[in-house]
């Protein structure tokens, strides 16, 4: 099994920065890739922002060159973060962090438990 723990979400006022980490750890596993999406209220779950495991990383067109995913790797466990910067209003909504991972030959999909964001205008 492989955990997923998201911290760094909270109130911002429009143009402010916060970062959001998340920690994958658990039974032997190789990251794939990680990233994060995030849900608004009435709206649908998007992708945000993904980096492979080769560093290739792949952003959502409302957040280029405002928001920048990094990853690292210490022992068992792979970091993922957000820098988001120049935040807006619209930025407002639940981020998640999303792994996919290679356990013992199979290739498995987790979520974390989510962390809100509120950008205030």
């Known amino acids: 099994q492989v955990q997923l723990v998201e911290s760094g979400g909270g109130l911002v006022q429009t143009g402010g920065s916060l970062k959001l980490s998340c920690v994958a750890s658990?039974?032997?596993?190789?990251?794939?890739?990680m990233g994060w999406y995030r849900q608004a209220p009435g709206k649908q779950r998007e992708l945000v922002a993904v980096?492979?495991?080769?560093?290739?990383?792949?952003?959502a067109d409302s957040v280029k060159g405002r928001f920048t995913i990094s990853s690292s790797r210490d022992n068992a466990k792979n970091t993922v973060y957000l820098q988001m910067n120049s935040l807006k209003p619209e930025d407002t909504a639940v981020y998640y962090c999303?792994?996919?991972?290679?356990?013992?030959?199979?290739?498995?999909?987790?979520w974390g438990q989510g962390t809100q964001v509120t950008v205030s205008s």
């Open positions: 999303n792994a996919d991972v290679t356990r013992v030959g199979v290739r498995f999909n987790y």
């Open positions: 658990g039974s032997i596993f190789s990251v794939n890739y």
């Open positions: 980096i492979t495991s080769g560093g290739s990383t792949n952003y």
